[in-house]
DNA sequence: TATTTTCATAGCATAATGCTATGGAATTGG
DNA sequence: CCAATTCCATAGCATTATGCTATGAAAATA
């Protein structure tokens, strides 16, 4: 049940992509030493960003990255998924329809459809913005909670 | 994100034990045939099981397992945080006080404290017993959501 | 005392994780 | 137009985790 670095370093380079990016584009290079990760990394990562068009790369001197929407409508379901490639708690969920023999007999598989649910959708309330503004979107959720 | 294969062959090997386990104690060779799952991978996991008292074994012929507690006081969080050694998204989450660096610092650690509360709440909602008469708790759930 | 069970540790193949390396393709500034 | 800078793409590789199997106790029963 853990995030990979793969999905946490992608929340983090988008976070910090949203946060420098107002200007101009950001430089894996930028985001690498800011963020202390490898950038030879956050190159194999960013191609799964990119090609759920999340961001977009520009090439050249002063080019990089920008967000292709704008950090409230980025949610952290959708660069997990992104990054993770599937979030589902178990394998069988990943292909619809589900090729699992047991599956039809099978008594855990509602259990984890609704584990599943309950993740994207707390996943999904919580946006890039929320997190680049001190995540006082989860602060929230906890109070909202209570 | 996903759970492994302890995790889920331990829900369908507790579920076997409270459903067959009225009379007298459940073997493994019993659950083995049962569930078809190798009984030596079994014996492996049903170590964190009664680690976590969970369920109570007894040697020697006509031994096995029993719960160590009725069937609706056991929840799934209990039996997955067993057999998985743990449920947080993040291992830095695992050591308490947290010894990450930029643990203090760290932007994303509220979203892993969430969605960890998020992910223990719904399977604490969710008992040994509800799995064994047809996952009904899981579509109730839905329900209510709706 | 022979059989049946749990209990405990060690080993091992496969896959996933977490990177690094290499090199190409586009863009820009001089 | 050329050199530097950036993204883009694939391959490789060490370490760890997963998913088992093997071996051999120890206890209980008949």
Same mark, same amino acid.
């Given at each position: 049940?853990?995030?990979?670095?793969?999905?946490?370093?992608?929340? =983090?380079?988008? &976070?910090?992509?949203?946060?420098? *990016?107002?200007? !101009? @584009?950001?430089?894996?290079?930028?985001? %690498? /030493?800011?963020?202390?990760?490898?950038?030879?990394?956050?190159?194999?990562?960013?191609? =799964?960003?990119? &090609?759920?068009?999340?961001?977009? *790369?520009?090439? !050249? @001197?002063?080019?990089?990255?920008?967000? %292709? /929407?704008?950090?409230?409508?980025?949610?952290?379901?959708?660069?997990?998924?992104?990054?993770?490639?599937?979030?589902?708690?178990?394998?069988?969920?990943?292909?619809? @329809?589900?090729?699992?023999?047991?599956? %039809?007999?099978?008594?855990?598989?509602?259990?984890?459809?609704?584990?599943?649910?309950?993740?994207?959708?707390?996943?999904?309330?919580?946006?890039?913005?929320?997190?680049?503004?001190?995540?006082?979107?989860?602060?929230?959720?906890?109070?909202?909670?209570?």
């Amino acid at each position: 049940m853990k995030i990979s670095t793969r999905g946490r370093y992608a929340m =983090r380079m988008l &976070a910090d992509i949203a946060e420098y *990016g107002q200007e !101009g @584009p950001v430089s894996l290079d930028a985001v %690498s /030493r800011r963020q202390d990760i490898s950038r030879k990394y956050l190159e194999q990562i960013v191609l =799964r960003l990119t &090609a759920a068009d999340l961001i977009r *790369g520009s090439r !050249g @001197p002063q080019g990089g990255y920008r967000l %292709s /929407r704008s950090a409230e409508t980025i949610t952290l379901e959708e660069i997990l998924t992104a990054a993770e490639g599937s979030l589902s708690p178990v394998a069988c969920m990943d292909d619809s @329809p589900n090729r699992c023999d047991r599956c %039809s007999i099978c008594r855990t598989l509602p259990v984890w459809e609704g584990l599943d649910r309950t993740v994207r959708e707390y996943l999904s309330g919580i946006t890039l913005k929320d997190l680049i503004e001190q995540g006082s979107r989860a602060k929230e959720a906890e109070n909202t909670k209570a």
